[in-house]
């Protein structure tokens, strides 16, 4: 079976593929920068793309040395000091902002078609009656198929003003028809709290997937409801959560803390030092909390496992976060491009910074990843190498450290065996999505009136869409030893059914069960 190319779903598209846009800390507060008419190297520049721009023998697009250029600046100051093109950008405040106006579906493009994995419940396209594994050919009579369909022509005839029409003609391969359907465009949210549910009649779950406008407001419904069900006690999943807003982080720490308590402090290149304090308002300041971190958790992740940690007000449980300490502002420009510039470190309460170092490039910082493999961090907390210098004291008297990352309290090893650190990354990506659809797409009478427990059992119960999964994935890469971590796939396998099928809680239900880190935190 030839994996497709998987496309984020439309009530998300606007995630960035290089996580670094999103993953940085950032503070909204206005930028002025001051015009300096004699200033010689501003002069240079203008000049010289002037020059190029009328006198050069062929024609060039000056936006795109303009683009280089800029990039070329940053690339000599840190790695979250970074260009966003006008093209990127507005994908990217969609996705901060929380929310765009669409028509509400998860798909992906199966054989150069938008094939509709689920639409989103009570969004414009369930209205209006688009049903899973409905085809959308076109939109307002504009073709959406064939091999030159772009995401952003897609994105583009999809998306529109609050209330205004578009005319979809969907093929329902169920009955094998061809009709067109009206579906008036509204507000989608693009969540960053995936879910929050109970893990047991005393202790709530709350995910959340990066720190955006909404994510306070979205954090505190989740977790109103979670006290409502009588939890006393919280984990909050933070694994591969990139950062985001600072204010929301802190906002979040606020209500596990009592008031007055330090939660972050920020010093800029003028020594001025900023400091966020705890207020009297948290809901949750007395029950027990946990957090969840691995490898990908960056930035506003740190901000909030450093407050708790550092308070002790709770545990940490997880892998060495990623070590990202730099604070950044954005900087419009009129044409829709925009520049995040770090303009602080941030510490955490104890006077921990957590940045590590980006001396040897870019490339080598963002892929450091591979270094704590070859290490053996990522399976032993004893291979986590920190100087002593770096040690901190928390008011308790627990030992925390700096330079690099948040390191645990409690450190749960990959699931996966060494040598397959792929196996959880294929689990969590689009590939596993893609495959569940097909499967659904041929076979979606046999699911059909299929409880929460039936599903689980038919996927779980036999090794038939293990196989079949096997195959796939070894028609792309021999390499890989599933068979090590049979059952770590069949569960997100079956999750993903359930999700297809059923919806985002039933999903969780599923992974979280047998998750490692889960009943690390459980334990503690």
């Known amino acids: 079976m030839k994996v497709d190319k998987v496309y984020f779903p439309l009530i998300i598209f606007a995630a960035v593929a290089m996580g670094f846009l999103l993953g940085g800390i950032f503070v909204r507060i206005p930028v002025s920068v001051k015009q300096n008419t004699e200033n010689q190297t501003k002069q240079k520049l203008n000049k010289l793309i002037d020059f190029i721009n009328n006198e050069y023998v062929d024609n060039v697009n000056t936006d795109s040395i303009v683009d280089q250029t800029v990039n070329g600046i940053l690339s000599k100051l840190d790695p979250h000091s970074v260009y966003i093109a006008k093209n990127e950008a507005q994908g990217v405040a969609e996705s901060m902002k929380g929310d765009f106006v669409g028509i509400g579906v998860n798909f992906f493009v199966d054989n150069d078609t938008v094939a509709v994995i689920k639409p989103l419940e009570g969004g414009p396209s369930e209205k209006a009656g688009i049903i899973a594994g409905d085809r959308i050919l076109s939109a307002n009579n504009e073709t959406l198929f064939g091999k030159k369909i772009t995401t952003e022509k897609l994105y583009s005839k999809l998306k529109g003003e609050p209330n205004s029409e578009v005319i979809l003609t969907v093929f329902r391969k169920s009955t094998k028809k061809k009709f067109n359907l009206k579906v008036i465009r509204n507000i989608i949210p693009i969540k960053s709290v995936d879910i929050a549910i109970m893990l047991n009649k005393n202790t709530g779950y709350i995910k959340i997937n990066r720190f955006a406008e909404t994510t306070y407001k979205e954090f505190q419904i989740g977790l109103n409801k979670l006290i409502k069900q009588g939890a006393n006690s919280l984990v909050v999943d933070l694994r591969d959560n990139g950062g985001g807003y600072l204010d929301q982080a802190v906002s979040i720490a606020d209500e596990f803390l009592k008031d007055k308590k330090l939660i972050v402090f920020t010093k800029n290149k003028k020594k001025h030092i900023e400091k966020t304090y705890a207020t009297s308002d948290g809901v949750f300041e007395n029950g027990k909390v946990t957090l969840l971190i691995n490898e990908n958790s960056a930035s506003a992740s740190e901000i909030l496992a450093g407050a708790i940690q550092d308070n002790d007000r709770g545990l940490v449980v997880g892998r060495r976060s990623f070590g990202k300490g730099l604070v950044q502002r954005e900087m419009p420009f009129e044409d829709g491009s925009t520049v995040r510039l770090t303009v602080a470190r941030y510490y955490t309460p104890t006077g921990r910074s957590i940045q590590k170092s980006y001396k040897e490039g870019n490339e080598e910082y963002f892929n450091e990843f591979m270094k704590r493999y070859e290490n053996g961090e990522l399976y032993a907390?004893?291979?986590?190498?920190?100087?002593?210098?770096?040690?901190?004291?928390?008011?308790?008297?627990?030992?925390?450290?700096?330079?690099?990352?948040?390191?645990?309290?409690?450190?749960?090893?990959?699931?996966?065996?060494?040598?397959?650190?792929?196996?959880?990354?294929?689990?969590?990506?689009?590939?596993?999505?893609?495959?569940?659809?097909?499967?659904?797409?041929?076979?979606?009478?046999?699911?059909?009136?299929?409880?929460?427990?039936?599903?689980?059992?038919?996927?779980?119960?036999?090794?038939?869409?293990?196989?079949?999964?096997?195959?796939?994935?070894e028609l792309n890469n021999t390499m890989i030893d599933l068979d090590s971590s049979k059952n770590y796939i069949k569960r997100y396998i079956a999750a993903e059914f359930c999700r297809q099928l059923l919806g985002e809680s039933q999903y969780y239900q599923v992974v979280l069960k047998d998750d490692t880190m889960i009943k690390e935190a459980l334990k503690n």
Do not use: C, W
Not at 424 to 446: A, T, W
């Open 381 to 473: 907390k004893d291979s986590i190498k920190i100087a002593d210098t770096l040690k901190f004291k928390t008011p308790k008297g627990r030992i925390v450290y700096g330079g690099g990352g948040i390191v645990p309290d409690v450190f749960v090893p990959l699931e996966s065996t060494k040598g397959n650190e792929v196996i959880p990354m294929i689990m969590q990506s689009g590939i596993v999505s893609n495959y569940v659809f097909k499967e659904l797409d041929r076979h979606r009478n046999q699911f059909t009136n299929l409880n929460f427990a039936q599903i689980i059992t038919k996927i779980e119960g036999s090794d038939l869409y293990y196989n079949e999964f096997k195959k796939m994935i």
